[in-house]
Every structure is written in C-alpha cells, then in structure tokens.
C-alpha cells in the first residue's frame, strides 16, 4: 500500500517513518523557491488543522511555521511586534467582536475591489 502525501513535513518525520519495520519514507529537498511555496502551502494546512481543532497542539504547529517563515525572511519577532502594535493602534484589534456586514458607497473604491477579489477568498467561498 502506498500513501501520497506531496507537502512540506517537519525535519524528522522521515528518519521516524524509516525505523518503523515494514514502511520507507520516499521524499526530496527542495529548492528554496519550492521550499516558500510548500511553507505558504504548510501555513493554510496548519491554519486549517488549528480551525477544526483550537488545540494547543495545532496552534504551536501553526506557530512553528510562521517562526520558520521568519527566519527564512530574516524578520525578527520584535519588527513583527512593531508592525502588529503599529496596526493595532491604527486599526483597532479584534475584542470588540465586531462583523462587518457590507459596506454601500456611490463609487468603486479600488481598494475594496482588491480585497474583495484575493485568491484565498475565491478559494474559501
């Protein structure tokens, strides 16, 4: 029986597999441009998994690949402080509870146009 996987997996996974009697582990290392392509592809599955879940678990998964985004971006947590701290006081959080229904206007507003049509929310609807 073979199980196709084809995404991004921690470091040890296949050392773990190939110890196991009876299972082999068939994997490659990727290019860079792979490897931030497989991690974007990694963040969606975590955030997903965290989605169904709100475990503990899956939220330091979530976490383990937004750290590893960082290092590899060479963003430190303080520069990443400094920008959710920069928003926040612009922007307000998220304690309010506050859902946003529509929003009417006369005339096309092309930043909302651009939200409005990201990729991730064509994939999500």
Same mark, same amino acid.
């Given at each position: 029986?073979?199980?196709?996987?084809?995404?991004?997996?921690?470091?040890?996974?296949?050392?773990?597999?190939?110890?196991?009697?009876?299972?082999?582990?068939?994997?490659?290392?990727?290019?860079?441009?792979?490897?931030?392509?497989?991690?974007?592809?990694?963040?969606?599955?975590?955030?997903?998994?965290?989605?169904?879940?709100?475990?503990?678990?899956?939220?330091?998964?979530?976490?383990?690949?937004?750290?590893?985004?960082?290092?590899?971006?060479?963003?430190?947590? %303080? /520069?990443?402080?400094?920008? @959710?701290?920069? !928003?926040?006081?612009? &922007?307000?959080?998220? +304690?309010?509870?506050?859902?946003?229904?529509?929003?009417? %206007? /006369?005339?096309?507003?092309? @930043?909302?146009? !651009?939200?409005?049509? &990201?990729?991730?929310? +064509?994939?999500?609807?």
């Amino acid at each position: 029986m073979k199980y196709i996987y084809n995404k991004l997996v921690r470091d040890k996974i296949p050392y773990q597999i190939n110890k196991e009697n009876g299972r082999k582990a068939n994997y490659k290392i990727l290019s860079d441009e792979q490897y931030m392509k497989e991690l974007d592809n990694k963040l969606f599955e975590e955030a997903h998994e965290f989605i169904e879940e709100h475990s503990v678990e899956e939220l330091g998964d979530l976490m383990e690949v937004i750290m590893t985004i960082m290092e590899i971006k060479n963003i430190s947590m %303080q /520069e990443v402080e400094v920008s @959710r701290k920069n !928003k926040k006081d612009k &922007k307000g959080g998220f +304690k309010d509870k506050i859902y946003l229904i529509d929003v009417e %206007q /006369e005339q096309v507003d092309e @930043r909302e146009e !651009k939200e409005l049509n &990201k990729e991730w929310r +064509k994939n999500n609807k």
